[in-house]
């Protein structure tokens, strides 16, 4: 690994562990217990600005965020901090709009469209291999692989149609809208998600150029719109696109507040930690999505359980509620087997009880009372 972006202050950062406690000395000299990162922030706000911007290059540069990682580690050869740091103060700088950032991009296109894919046919999906056609990457946490919105697409859909995804989150979603020939338009909250959707769409648009296989048709490109998708229709009508438009509305919403994608915005999912105040707020989602769809449109709603304080909170179940009692009707609920949660290794011990959550809802519900 080259060593010209690691930071040459590290050299003289150690760390300590004593019997219940890490100490790191940072290179000013002072210790400080456990992180080093409010310090650096508090004493060397420059410096950690600096290693910050360091990191946004190294990602647009193809580094994983654990290779970042131990690129920044001390100069005794001890690990820093975790990669979720480095992702919090990248997702931080972007959203008070002081960086701009761009996901590592894909160096070719191994196929534009999945080999051998077909339509799920029962109510139990499995995807132990998330698809990587195109230039669909796993890169941004909490979304969802291609396989879904491809199934719901090509399922409930005809080309031309108007699809709408209601969380962006790293575009997959109009990535498929535009490999499938449908009118696109994503929303999201967060900075980060927009532009790392407008990085995903410009790289396969760049990548098609120059591939005589695929032609990409410039009037399907899809449109990546930052709103909140609570005022979803008035989004889109100040876009040009009416109510009663859409024949596919995508949601994937945050998991309460699991995977935290805005650091302070008051509209924002995924800073709800409240299962009721959550479910109130997919009410209002579930009344946006209404009049966003035609008569007789569906919605898909990917959404899994949680838990608080060692419990389950049935949040799937409980979103499912929000969403009829606003008057959809449930065409399917798919049991999405999860597969690789970096975070279910939190949750319990290995010589706990508690069953370790493998599965996400797929909630597949029409538009068959329109709104107006």
Same mark, same amino acid.
């Given at each position: 690994m080259s060593d010209q972006y690691r930071p040459d202050d590290l050299e003289n950062v150690t760390i300590a562990y004593t019997k219940d406690k890490r100490i790191v000395t940072c290179f000013c000299g002072q210790e400080v217990s456990r992180s080093i990162v409010p310090h650096l922030k508090a004493k060397h706000s420059a410096k950690w600005q600096e290693w910050t911007e360091t990191f946004v290059e190294l990602r647009a540069l193809g580094y994983p965020w654990k290779r970042i990682m131990r690129l920044f580690k001390a100069g005794d050869g001890k690990l820093l901090f975790s990669w979720t740091v480095i992702e919090r103060a990248v997702r931080q700088e972007v959203e008070t +709009?002081?960086? $701009?950032? @761009?996901?590592?991009?894909?160096?070719? !296109? !191994? %196929?534009w469209q999945p080999e051998d894919f077909a339509l799920e046919t029962t109510t139990v999906w499995d995807f132990p291999n998330r698809g990587d056609w195109a230039v669909h990457s796993g890169d941004y946490r909490g979304?969802?692989?291609? =396989?879904?919105? %491809?199934n719901l697409i090509e399922r409930y859909t005809q080309e031309g149609d108007l699809v709408v995804e209601a969380c962006v989150g790293g575009g997959t979603t109009l990535l498929e809208t535009w490999l499938l020939r449908r009118q696109g338009v994503g929303l999201?909250? #967060?900075? $980060?998600?927009?532009q790392t959707t407008n990085a995903k769409l410009n790289e396969m648009e760049r990548l098609a150029r120059e591939d005589d296989s695929i032609s990409l048709d410039p009037d399907y490109r899809p449109k990546v719109i930052e709103g909140n998708v609570l005022e979803l229709t008035t989004v889109l009508r100040a876009h040009d696109i009416g109510? +009663? =438009?859409?024949?596919? @509305?995508? /949601?994937?919403?945050?998991?309460? *507040?699991?995977?935290?994608?805005?650091?302070?915005? #008051? #509209? *924002?999912?995924?800073? /709800?930690?409240d299962p009721d105040v959550f479910c109130e707020r997919m009410r209002i989602l579930a009344r946006e999505a209404r009049q966003a769809l035609s008569a007789d449109g569906i919605c898909g709603v990917l959404i899994g359980? @949680? %838990?608080k304080s060692g419990k389950t909170v049935p949040l799937g179940l409980k979103t499912l509620e929000a969403f009829l009692a606003e008057g959809f009707a449930l065409? #399917?609920? @798919? !049991?999405?087997? =999860?597969?690789? *949660?970096r975070s279910s290794e939190f949750y319990v011990r290995r010589s706990s009880n508690t069953l370790l959550l493998a599965h996400e809802y797929l909630f597949i519900l029409r538009n068959v009372q329109p709104w107006w």
């Open positions: +709009g002081k960086l $701009l950032y @761009v996901p590592p991009p894909k160096q070719a !296109v !191994v %196929r979304n969802w692989p291609p =396989q879904i919105p %491809r999201d909250i #967060s900075k $980060l998600a927009i109510t +009663g =438009q859409a024949k596919l @509305v995508c /949601i994937h919403p945050p998991y309460l *507040d699991a995977l935290k994608y805005t650091t302070n915005n #008051s #509209s *924002d999912l995924a800073l /709800i930690s359980d @949680v %838990r065409e #399917s609920i @798919v !049991v999405k087997m =999860q597969h690789k *949660d």
